[in-house]
Structures are given as structure tokens and as C-alpha cells.
């Protein structure tokens, strides 16, 4: 292989040149023709005919070798050359097929010709730049004026290829198409107009075409894009032009000149409007579409990309969405079908915030509450629903039944009830950004509330005041458990087996402890449901407690007010042990998402926050005070009377409190001393019952009290009697009441008072004072 000499007389590159104008340039400054100068920088790439043997791709694209092998001629880095070709906007601007030797379409594709600057041309001597190349590229931001299309002599398109071979020196800033003026071989010669006088739309300081100009170019500097929607994600390039394409051609194919010129600057839509009335009948039918093409391919991409422009440079995905509607819209007018679902098709590439824009512009058309939820039309990046399985499996485990009270109290509205908004509520929340039917979210979270009772209370929902609040405030939930998934696992509670929460005798000893009376077997059942809820985030209805019937539920409704702080901790306690047995000790018992998430949201349900508790406490003690008369004096509902006291029970009644007292007192008592121990120190060793609550710290009182829950009579004077003891010789060894006063220093109408305090029959006088009888049954033992 022949090495490459470097040229004799060599041109520099202006900063942002196409390579064929520099090639043009060290043709013209030789005095050399393109075939010369392609024989010195290709002289291995002969055939045997003489003839170069490669395509003409010199402003798209080059070869490795054909790179270095210009870069060995004119003594330049083969990055600078390969900088000067199309390659750099590849996959960006434009779509270069390279196998094919030409360029495609996408989104921007002008590849094989250019536009240009009559000034920039003038000023630098004829150099054309690269950028003109591209689709995007309109304007001039230097000399404030539209890029001219054509020749404004012979109408041709510029540079549309390489320049032609042939004995001609180019002529930089001259049309260098054939003339149409002569024919045969003396078409040779060329039009050569002066590209310099080519009149062109100039353009204010300032001018909104300009901004969007400085937009594109900005994006292709950058290679992303930082202004509007974009500024707090930035997008990649490709994507950003993407988008601009695709609204961009929707605003020329659907706008009314009306439409265009409400949203761009009077001087484009005139001349918008010009090119559109231009009459071209005739014209043949084969050359109208290139003539329109002709007249109108910068001024028309101004108009689009300055309105497109407009539409992404603003402030948030709301406010784009509102200004691109018109466009949206618009095709209904020309009567096609404009849904979500006929949306997404706007070219390939773009980008979720061109989505959200036009799930935002759809937004009036989501009259459904399920649609709202589905696209997240009031997040401030709708989008659309996705199919991810997976995705759905762990929302599933995220969101309890019942949605969480904290929550669901807030966005209640009459006429439903907590009953019917917190599953209605959950069911929701699964929705949110998924495809998921009613009836398939309801059914994977388990509810007991059928699809069509949860479409019912969405739609009461939906017709209130602030629904737009409460479709943010799900979205913001929905969103937030995305990122910071909950603690607890809800479909793993859901599964669990409940039927040995809080058994009976930990309920009898938690009441024992607590001074709370046991009741009957329904009120530890209550106390059962309420830890069922609010651990497996199921209704009660699905215990293994009780039967759902209106009996049943009004009371366990009431059974909050049963509530004392006392009681309320052991509960918890037994909720904690529950979960503990089931192996779930890394989860907290309860949980509930982050209430500022709601902060500046006009809800329409009552805040419980904003309920006095100590005004609350105060109503429940009183007795005859029903919740429902509470909720009207507090301005609230019954619901959020029973979620307060549930989470701050109120605390007991004086009368309450000091029972309470006593019976810790003497639970501590019972605790300290046995029965048998207290049968020796009180029966025995004579202690009196003073003697004792001394020995164990406590009072007087309190070890009466400990005497009798023993079995044992307290005794004003003389020793007491053992109840175990007077039993066995009355009952057993049929001693008379006589001869056992005797024994312990009582009377017989003594040892008869006691004998009914210990429950003890007392015989018949004929049966008691048979003395034979009595000697014969101690023989007997």
C-alpha cells in the first residue's frame, strides 16, 4: 500500500464545519477538483479502470481507514475528522443506516441536505456548518434570522450529496447544481448563484423562535436536556428531541392556522399561513409536494418547534399538560379516536415525560375514578398503568385490607361509613398505577367488599369536594410505599391463624392485674377482634371470634370505651407475644404510613388530630353519654371517637381507678403469699392480719382482702379458723360445732356464722349431738 502524502497547501477547519465544506475549501484554496483531490487523499482505492471505488457518504460518514487515511493528508487527529461528520448526531438528531450509505429519518433526519445562514456564508468565506444539516436546526441565533432552504435562483435543495466529480473547482457560496439554461455536455456549467443574497425571515432580539432554537442547540451541546419538565430529571438528547419531534408534527398535521396563531409570534404564523395558501393546482401533480416542501421547510419547523418548545419549557407536567391539550384534543376534531389508550403512539424514543405531559392533557377526559387512579393523573409525573406482575405482588404485600384508620378517617365522606371506605380505600391505593379490574384488586387484598361496593363508594368519593386531594393523597401513598416499603408484610399477616390470640387465661390474668371486670366470654371476644384488626389490617367480620351479625358488631363497636390505659398496654403486650410465636419478632405489632404526607391537602373527612382528648375522655367516663351524642358535642364523627379511644383510651373513673388500685394491691399480695403460706402465718403461728400486711408491705385492708379471696373468714378476736380445717372435722370427721368452739375458743353460734361464711351445711341438732355416734366414727378413722 502506497503511503498517503500530506497535501502541499493545507486549510484549517472552522469550529462546527461539515467536512465536505472543508474539503471544498482546500479544493478551492488548490484550485483542484473534487476527483484530483480524491485522488491524493484516496490513491490506494483505484480499480483497474482508474475510477474511485467507494460511496460519496463524506457529510455523514467515513470509513476507519478513509478517517486516517485524511487525517495522515492533512495532518490532523483522526477524531477531529471524524468530529466534522454526521456520526456525532448518530442516534441523537438522526439515523444513519451506514451499510446503506444513506441517512434515515429518525427523529430529525435532513442528512442529505442542508439549510444555511446567507450571513455566516458571507462571513466565513462560503464554509458551511454541520448542524444545518439536521432537521432541528432552523435558525441562525447569531444573526437572529431563519436558515434558507433552497437556491434563490434555481430553487434546489443544498448540498444533497457530496459534491459532484467532474473538471469543475468548487466555488464556496455558490450554487453548484447543473444549470438549467444549457443543455447537453454544456451542462457542465452550474447555476452558481450567490448563496450570499439569498433573502431569508429575520428574526426580533429575543424572538421565541430564537429561545427555542437556543433550546435545541443547547440539548445538543449538553447531549441532555435541563430546561422545563426536564429541569429536576434531565432527559437524554435523544429522548428530548424525540419529544419535540413528536409534538412538533402533531402541531402541523392537526393545528388550525387559528390554533398555531394563538401560540406563536404573528411574524411565523403569517408566513406559516403563506406557505400553507400558496396555490400550487399548477403545478404537476408529481412536484407539489417538494414544491410546498421547498417553500416552506424552515419557516414550517420554526412554527412547530417553537410551539412545541413553548409546551416543554414550562415550569411542571401540569401546567405542559394545559397548554398542550388544544393539540390533544384537536384530533377529535378531525374525528379520530383521542384516549389514554390511543396516546402512547407518538414515535419511538420518547421520553416518560412526554407520557405524563399527555396523561396530564387527558386528564378532563378521565371521568372514572379508576382511570384517575390508573394513570396517577395527580402525581406530578402521570403515567401509564403498568402490567408488572411483580410490581403488583408487592403493593399487594404493602397495603393492608382496611386501609390504614389514620388515613382512611380523612378522606371519608357522607353518606359511607369507615366500613365501606377503608377497603374501598385499599383497593384504590392497589390501583394506582396498575391495570389491575376492581374486582382483581379487591380480591387480592382479600376483601370481604365485592367489586360493584367499592366502585359505589369510589364514585361517592369521586363526586365529593377535594376529591382532587384525595386522588393526590393516594397517589402520594401509593408512591411513598413504592420507595420506603412498610415494615409489616400485610399478605403474611392476612395468612396468619389467629384462633390462639390472646387465650382466655392471659385474658383472665391481664383483668386480674388491671382491676378490669372480665365479663362475660364476648367482651374477651372484642378484645380479640380489636387485636385481630389491627394486626392482620382484616375486618372483624373475618375473625374466628364472633358471628357478624348487627348485634354483634354495634357492640364491639362500643367496646373502646371500655378501653383504660391499664388495659390497653397489656393488650399490646398480647399482640406482641402473638406475633413473636409466629416468628414475626422483626415486625413492629402496629404501623401506619407517615401522616405529613397529607400536609397542605384539603381532605373532606374530620382530622381526629384536631379533637380535644382530654374533652373526649372527660364525655366517655361519664356513663349515660352515648358516642354518637360525644361525636355531636365534638364535632366529629363516631368513627373517629372510636379510633381515638382505641389508640388513647380514656382513662378510668375515679370509682374505676380506685378498684383498680386495690386490685393491683392485692395482686401484688396473692403474688407475694401462697395460700398455704397465708393459711400459716394467719391460722397457724397466729399472725394478725395487721402482723402480715406489715411482713408483705401493704395495708390492713388489703390482707382482709387477701383472707377472703383464700377462703378465710377474718377474725375480730381469738384465732381464726382454716376453712380446710373446719371442713374436714365438721363435714368429714362429723364433729359437732360445740366440740370444735370448744377446740378454738368460739361459741356455737360463732362456729355456726362461720360455718355459713365458709359455705359449710350445718347438720341437724339430732344428727350433732349423738355423742356414740361421734366416738364410733373417730374409731372408725
Known amino acids: 500500500m502506497t503511503p498517503v502524502r500530506t497535501l502541499p497547501i493545507r486549510v484549517a477547519p472552522l469550529p462546527g464545519e461539515a467536512i465536505d465544506s472543508w474539503l471544498e475549501a482546500i479544493a478551492h484554496r488548490t484550485d483542484t477538483t473534487f476527483v484530483d483531490l480524491d485522488t491524493a487523499l484516496h490513491h490506494e482505492d483505484r480499480s483497474a479502470s482508474g475510477r474511485v471505488q467507494r460511496l460519496?457518504?463524506?457529510?455523514?460518514h467515513l470509513a476507519p481507514g478513509e478517517v486516517n487515511t485524511i487525517a495522515a493528508a492533512t495532518e490532523l487527529s483522526a477524531a477531529a475528522i471524524e468530529a466534522m461528520t454526521l456520526v456525532r448526531y448518530d442516534g441523537v438528531a438522526l439515523s444513519l443506516e451506514i451499510r446503506k450509505g444513506r441517512s434515515g429519518g429518525w427523529p430529525w433526519g435532513n442528512g442529505r441536505r442542508s439549510r444555511y445562514c446567507p450571513d455566516c456564508l458571507a462571513e466565513s468565506g462560503g464554509r458551511w456548518q454541520l448542524h444545518w444539516r439536521l432537521g432541528c436546526v432552523f435558525a441562525c441565533t447569531e444573526h437572529r434570522c431563519l436558515l434558507a432552504d433552497t437556491c434563490p435562483y434555481c430553487g434546489t435543495f443544498q448540498r444533497p450529496r457530496r459534491r459532484p466529480s467532474g473538471?469543475?473547482?468548487p466555488s464556496p457560496g455558490r450554487c453548484p447544481h447543473p444549470s438549467t439554461d444549457t443543455a447537453g455536455r454544456s451542462r457542465l456549467a452550474r447555476c452558481g448563484a450567490d448563496l450570499v443574497s439569498a433573502p431569508v425571515m429575520r428574526?426580533?432580539?429575543?424572538?421565541?423562535?430564537?429561545?427555542?432554537?437556543?433550546l435545541v442547540l443547547d440539548v445538543l451541546a449538553?447531549?441532555?436536556?435541563?430546561?422545563?419538565v426536564y429541569a429536576d430529571h434531565p432527559v437524554g438528547a435523544r429522548a428530548v428531541l424525540a419529544d419535540l419531534h413528536a409534538i412538533a408534527s402533531r402541531i402541523l398535521v392537526y393545528g388550525t392556522a387559528e390554533e398555531i396563531a394563538d401560540r406563536v409570534p404573528a411574524d411565523l404564523a403569517h408566513a406559516l399561513t403563506g406557505i400553507r395558501s400558496s396555490s400550487v393546482s399548477s403545478a404537476p401533480a408529481s412536484t407539489r409536494r417538494s414544491e410546498l416542501s421547498r417553500a416552506g421547510g424552515a419557516i414550517a419547523t420554526a412554527v412547530a418547534v417553537t410551539a412545541a418548545a413553548a409546551i416543554l419549557d414550562r415550569s411542571d407536567i401540569a401546567d405542559a399538560g394545559e397548554s398542550l391539550r388544544w393539540l390533544v384534543h384537536g384530533g377529535r376534531r378531525l374525528g379520530r379516536q383521542v384516549d389514554a389508550g390511543v396516546m402512547g403512539d407518538w414515535g419511538s424514543a420518547t421520553s416518560t415525560r412526554l407520557v405524563a405531559i399527555q396523561v396530564a392533557a387527558l386528564r378532563p377526559l378521565f371521568v372514572r375514578a379508576v382511570d384517575q387512579l390508573r394513570y396517577r393523573s395527580a402525581a406530578p409525573v402521570p403515567s401509564r398503568p403498568s402490567a408488572n406482575a411483580t410490581a403488583v405482588d408487592d403493593a399487594v404485600r404493602r397495603i393492608p385490607t382496611l386501609l390504614w384508620p389514620q388515613w382512611s378517617l380523612r378522606c371519608t365522606v357522607t353518606p359511607c361509613s369507615s366500613a365501606q371506605v377503608r377497603p374501598a380505600l385499599s383497593t384504590a391505593l392497589l390501583l394506582v398505577g396498575t391495570t389491575l379490574t376492581v374486582g382483581e384488586a379487591a380480591d387480592r387484598l382479600g376483601s370481604a367488599v365485592p367489586a360493584g361496593g367499592v366502585t359505589r363508594t369510589l364514585a361517592h368519593l369521586r363526586n365529593a369536594p377535594h376529591w382532587d386531594d384525595t386522588?393526590?393523597?393516594?397517589?402520594?401513598?401509593?408512591?411513598?410505599l413504592r420507595a420506603e416499603p412498610p415494615p409489616i408484610d400485610y399478605e403474611r399477616r392476612r395468612r396468619l391463624d389467629y384462633r390462639d390470640l390472646l387465650p382466655e387465661d392471659l385474658w383472665k390474668q391481664?383483668?386480674?392485674?388491671?382491676?378490669?371486670?372480665?365479663?362475660?366470654?364476648?367482651?374477651a371476644d372484642f378484645a380479640r377482634c380489636l387485636l385481630f384488626e389491627r394486626l392482620s389490617g382484616l375486618p372483624a367480620s373475618q375473625s374466628p371470634f364472633l358471628a357478624d351479625d348487627y348485634d354483634v358488631r354495634a357492640k364491639l363497636s362500643g367496646f373502646p370505651r371500655a378501653l383504660t390505659p391499664a388495659l390497653s398496654g397489656p393488650l399490646d403486650q398480647a399482640a406482641r407475644r402473638f406475633l413473636d410465636d409466629h416468628g414475626l419478632d422483626e415486625e413492629p405489632v402496629y404501623w401506619h404510613p407517615p401522616l405529613h404526607l397529607l400536609d397542605g391537602l384539603e381532605l373532606p373527612g374530620p382530622n381526629p388530630a384536631a379533637v380535644d382528648l382530654a374533652a373526649l375522655h372527660d364525655l366517655t367516663r361519664?356513663?349515660?353519654t352515648a358516642l354518637s351524642e360525644i361525636?355531636?358535642?365534638?364535632?366529629?364523627?363516631?368513627?373517629?371517637?372510636?379510633?381515638?379511644?382505641?389508640?388513647?383510651?380514656?382513662p378510668a373513673s375515679p370509682t374505676a381507678a380506685e378498684r383498680f388500685e386495690r386490685r393491683v394491691a392485692q395482686t401484688a399480695a396473692e403474688e407475694t403469699l401462697s395460700r398455704a403460706q397465708f393459711v400459716d402465718l394467719y391460722c397457724v403461728q397466729r399472725r394478725t392480719l395487721a402482723e402480715i400486711a406489715a411482713m408483705i408491705g401493704a395495708s390492713r385492708k388489703v390482707t382482709g382482702r387477701l383472707a377472703r379471696h383464700h377462703g378465710i373468714a377474718p377474725s375480730a378476736g381469738g384465732p381464726p379458723v382454716d376453712p380446710a380445717w373446719f371442713h374436714h372435722q365438721y363435714v368429714t370427721q362429723r364433729r359437732t360445732l360445740r366440740d370444735l368452739g370448744h377446740e378454738v375458743g368460739r361459741s356455737v353460734s360463732r362456729m355456726s356464722r362461720i360455718a355459713k361464711d365458709y359455705g359449710i351445711p350445718i347438720r341437724p341438732p339430732t344428727d350433732a349431738g349423738n355423742p356414740q355416734s361421734v366416738a364410733i366414727r373417730r374409731l372408725a378413722h
Request: glycine fraction near 10%; charged fraction near 15%.
Open 631 to 650: 361525636a355531636r358535642q365534638l364535632a366529629t364523627t363516631l368513627d373517629v371517637i372510636r379510633h381515638l379511644l382505641e389508640n388513647h383510651p380514656a
Open 471 to 480: 386522588l393526590t393523597a393516594l397517589t402520594l401513598l401509593a408512591d411513598h
Open 56 to 60: 460519496s457518504m463524506w457529510p455523514m
Open 203 to 214: 428574526l426580533s432580539p429575543g424572538h421565541p423562535a430564537l429561545r427555542a432554537q437556543h
Open 622 to 624: 361519664h356513663e349515660h
Open 510 to 523: 391481664i383483668c386480674r392485674r388491671t382491676g378490669t371486670p372480665p365479663g362475660a366470654g364476648q367482651k
Open 167 to 169: 473538471v469543475l473547482v
Open 222 to 228: 449538553a447531549g441532555h436536556g435541563t430546561f422545563g
